[in-house]
């Protein structure tokens, strides 16, 4: 859900990476982790099981510092691939702005990169959304690969629709931020068509390009130059002050949650699940008090929560003996709340 704070002059946009079950997903975001500018990102979330397959989803916030007068925070999530986590892929994906779908180009994956991209269209069905007319972008991943199926093959089984699609080897980094950029251009024109990126007024003296404008291009120099491979990053300033730089979540939340929401990650880098589920509940508690006293449930509603979602988290929660799935379910809540404040404009810079 693409969020756009006036005040505080700033897009938040979600974009999902999907796809079959080890087609390239963690490892297309562990590599625009590593080439994006330490100052301008997030702590790279991921959930491993002990195969290294992805059981939650992957978090990476980054932020592309100014396009225009507004700045641009990306949040990019991976789902689990594997077909058993349709349940946690419906969740991921709600609210998104975009998809890039990673298919893979071993012979032995078509069945699965044609059953997940039926997958992905029926998800976004029941929420409402036709894949024909949602920013999608394709990475025909594993190009190394000696036996790789030919482009136009995999062309013809996944992109009927003609969407912009690379070939990528995310092993090296190779055309994943091609894909990437493709995919803001897409959101940014998504969010014109929407109406949801408002137009700046012109200023014949600022050198600055206007929003409505030239976001797309603009956006796409900035991401050029910020994703740009960085051999050996300059140390961090902290971007507040001398203070340490934001963790994912955190990174989300208003001025008033900050620290609460750097505690519950910490609890959750400490491997202390329990530890970051109290916190998170404590914080979302906090958050959700911004809408006015009332219930749980009624507060969700008015911020536009997934109601569902947050009494799941509060169930979680007091079963006990949290998991490493109820703290990254908590920190998931969490961020949704804080993207909803966002949105809602709360708490006020006042407060
Ligand atoms: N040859 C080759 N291997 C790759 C490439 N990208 C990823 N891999 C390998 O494929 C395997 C799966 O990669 P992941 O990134 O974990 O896949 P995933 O899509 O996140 O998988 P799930 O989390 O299970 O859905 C790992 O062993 C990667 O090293 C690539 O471009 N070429
Ligand atoms: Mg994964």
Redo the contacts with the bound molecule.
């Keep these: 859900m693409s969020t756009v704070n006036v005040m505080a002059r700033e897009i938040a946009a979600k974009i999902v990476f999907y ?1 079959p ?8 975001l562990k590599r625009i982790y590593e080439t994006v500018k330490p100052s301008l990102r997030g702590e790279l979330m991921t959930l491993p099981t002990e195969a ?3 059981l939650f989803f992957d978090f990476l916030p980054v932020r592309v510092e100014r396009v225009g007068d507004y700045a641009l925070r990306l949040a990019l999530y ?1 789902v ?3 077909v058993f986590y349709n349940a946690t892929r419906k969740l991921v994906l709600q609210g998104s702005d975009g998809v890039v779908f ?1 298919a893979d180009s071993n012979p032995g994956a078509q069945d699965a990169n044609r059953e997940s991209m039926a997958n992905l269209e029926e998800n976004l069905a029941e929420q409402g959304i036709a894949l024909d007319s949602f920013p999608l972008v394709i990475q025909f ?2 190009r ?2 000696g036996n790789a199926v030919p482009l136009a093959q995999m062309r013809a089984l996944l992109n009927r629709r003609n969407v912009p699609d690379f070939e ?4 090296s980094g190779d055309g994943v931020l091609d894909a990437m950029k493709a995919m803001i251009r897409l959101v940014i024109k998504d969010l014109r068509a929407r109406k949801i990126v408002p137009s700046s007024k012109p200023r014949p003296s600022a050198p600055q390009p206007s929003l409505s404008k030239d976001l797309g291009a603009s956006l796409e120099a900035q991401v050029q130059e910020h994703l740009v491979h960085q051999p050996a990053p300059e140390p961090l300033p902290a971007p507040h002050g001398s203070r340490p730089a934001l963790g994912p979540v955190a990174a989300l939340a208003p001025a008033a949650l900050i620290d609460p929401a750097r505690v519950a990650e910490t609890y959750f880098a400490a491997g202390d699940f329990e530890g970051c589920v109290r916190t998170c509940l404590e914080t979302l508690q906090r958050g959700l008090a911004f809408a006015g006293e009332s219930s749980i449930a009624h507060q969700s509603f008015l911020l536009g929560l997934n109601g569902r979602d947050v009494l799941d988290a509060y169930t979680r929660s007091q079963r006990g003996a949290s998991n490493i799935e109820d703290a990254s379910f908590a920190l998931f809540v969490l961020a949704q709340l804080f993207v909803r404040l966002t949105q809602a404009g709360l708490p006020t810079p006042e407060q």
């Design positions: 796809g079950g080890l087609s390239g997903k963690t490892t297309t290294d397959r992805t991976t689990p691939g594997q990673v991943n594993k190394d690969l990528t080897v995310a092993m």
